[in-house]
């Protein structure tokens, strides 16, 4: 069901799923109550209890969305997604003070970050999705800010499976493109074309940023184990997941 889980603090959990998961998506054609019942089951086995993590629409954008404490009513966007589920924000990234959040990818790349706050408080937790046009809009470096609003210090990230720079071939001028604000995403590819490495950009938006990047996965592409739109279209999603233990920290 996980292609890795941690506690990477005290009563904080990080998870990446796998295939076995199933697929955690409803805008790939699946029937929204069999995608409901997977999410429900994921959090069960997680001992989420009645909490419940919160998704959203990702757009390939760089809008940051604020959960729970963390919303800003100046800012809060109300359009929300299927009415099957709870609401789910139009953005490319979330933070909360502690409430269960999750991503969506299958080749792009889920980042998971969490940040300290001081006097015992509640953690602030952070989930992106960076696809290429993320990475070259800043979602990253986005979320990172928005962390630090919040009050959030010695902030780690964890990057989930995404597709690498051998197997993400693009043409010349997309990979100049995003090179151009990025410069670690430029890379060959192992047929010899122009490739995009979004893992190390990514990785490079962090350490700029200030953070310390703690894991980095595997290609979505090579490993059957996950789902990869590269290897096929109608794949579904896998889920980036950062929750805490009921009661940690205070609000």
């Not at 790939?28 to 959090?43: H, S, T």
């Not at 998704?55 to 969305?65: F, I, K, L, R, W």
């Not at 099957?84 to 969506?104: C, F, I, K, N, W």
């Amino acid at each position: 069901m996980f292609s890795w889980r941690a506690e990477v603090r005290p009563g904080v959990w990080v998870a990446f799923t796998d295939a076995a998961a199933g697929n955690l998506a409803l805008h790939v054609g699946d029937v929204p109550a069999d995608v409901g019942r997977r999410r429900r089951d994921l959090e069960v086995a997680l001992g989420l209890g009645s909490r419940r993590f919160q998704y959203m629409n990702q757009v390939h954008g760089n809008d940051v969305a604020g959960i729970g404490a963390a919303t800003d009513p100046v800012t809060a966007d109300p359009r929300t997604a299927d009415p099957v589920t709870a609401e789910a924000p139009t953005a490319d990234a979330m933070v909360s003070l502690g409430e269960p959040l999750a991503v969506m990818v299958a080749d792009c790349v889920p980042i998971v970050l969490v940040g300290d706050r001081a006097g015992g408080q509640r953690p602030v937790l952070a989930v992106v999705h960076a696809g290429r046009p993320g990475v070259a809009s800043g979602v990253v470096p986005a979320a990172v800010a928005r962390m630090r609003g919040l009050g959030a210090s010695a902030l780690s990230a964890w990057i989930g499976p995404s597709v690498c720079g051998n197997c993400y071939e693009v043409p010349a001028d997309m990979c100049e493109d995003v090179a151009a604000r990025v410069a670690a995403a430029r890379c060959t590819s192992s047929r010899g074309t122009p490739g995009l490495d979004l893992p190390a950009a990514v990785r490079s938006q962090l350490r700029d940023a200030g953070v310390v990047v703690e894991y980095s996965g595997h290609c979505t592409l090579e490993d059957t184990n996950l789902f990869s739109y590269r290897r096929d279209p109608n794949t579904g999603r896998f889920a980036g997941l950062v929750w805490t233990d009921a009661g940690t920290g205070q609000p």
